[in-house]
């Protein structure tokens, strides 16, 4: 799975506007999109704005907006900052799925986190979505 950050979000963690993300204490969701999206990490801003207003999954036990990330940890490791969370299942799925798109419910404006392509797409008819946390974390800084 290949990830990017959301650039414009962590530009505004860092720079005078101060977004006061806080991923242990916020509500961090994953939304689901298929292939129809078309990522831009420099300029994509926020779920549920272009390109992430279009092409959502939908149906068996998803809802809009995706799960919320439970158990979630900030580590350093190798002179990294690594966020990780438990992974999730998504029960009787039909869907085409490609993208997976990590973000804050809890700041103004629904701000990407990460953005996670899956390299292909994944067809599935009334069957579960399993995602699993990768071994170096959704998201690393450093």
Same mark, same amino acid.
């Not at 068996?60 to 299942?89: C, D, E, Q």
């Not at 990407?112 to 974390?137: F, R």
């Given at each position: 799975m290949a990830s990017a950050p959301g650039l414009t979000t962590w530009?505004?963690?860092l720079d005078a506007t101060q977004l006061a993300? #806080?991923?242990l204490a916020d509500t961090i969701k994953v939304a689901v999109f298929d292939d129809t999206v078309v990522p831009v990490p420099s300029t994509d801003t926020a779920y549920n704005v272009a390109p992430w207003n279009a %092409?959502? #999954?939908s149906g068996g036990t998803y809802t809009a907006g995706g799960p919320t990330l439970g158990s979630k940890t900030l580590s350093i490791v190798s002179s990294r900052v690594v966020f990780t969370s438990l992974g999730f299942t998504i029960t009787t799925m039909t869907a085409s799925v490609r993208y997976l798109l990590q973000w804050d419910d809890t700041v103004a404006g629904d701000r990407i986190l990460s953005i996670h392509d899956l %390299?292909?797409?994944l067809t599935l008819v009334a069957e579960p979505l399993v995602v699993n946390v990768p071994s170096t974390g959704w998201w690393r800084l450093g």
């Amino acid at each position: 799975m290949a990830s990017a950050p959301g650039l414009t979000t962590w530009l505004d963690i860092l720079d005078a506007t101060q977004l006061a993300v #806080a991923p242990l204490a916020d509500t961090i969701k994953v939304a689901v999109f298929d292939d129809t999206v078309v990522p831009v990490p420099s300029t994509d801003t926020a779920y549920n704005v272009a390109p992430w207003n279009a %092409g959502e #999954a939908s149906g068996g036990t998803y809802t809009a907006g995706g799960p919320t990330l439970g158990s979630k940890t900030l580590s350093i490791v190798s002179s990294r900052v690594v966020f990780t969370s438990l992974g999730f299942t998504i029960t009787t799925m039909t869907a085409s799925v490609r993208y997976l798109l990590q973000w804050d419910d809890t700041v103004a404006g629904d701000r990407i986190l990460s953005i996670h392509d899956l %390299g292909q797409t994944l067809t599935l008819v009334a069957e579960p979505l399993v995602v699993n946390v990768p071994s170096t974390g959704w998201w690393r800084l450093g």
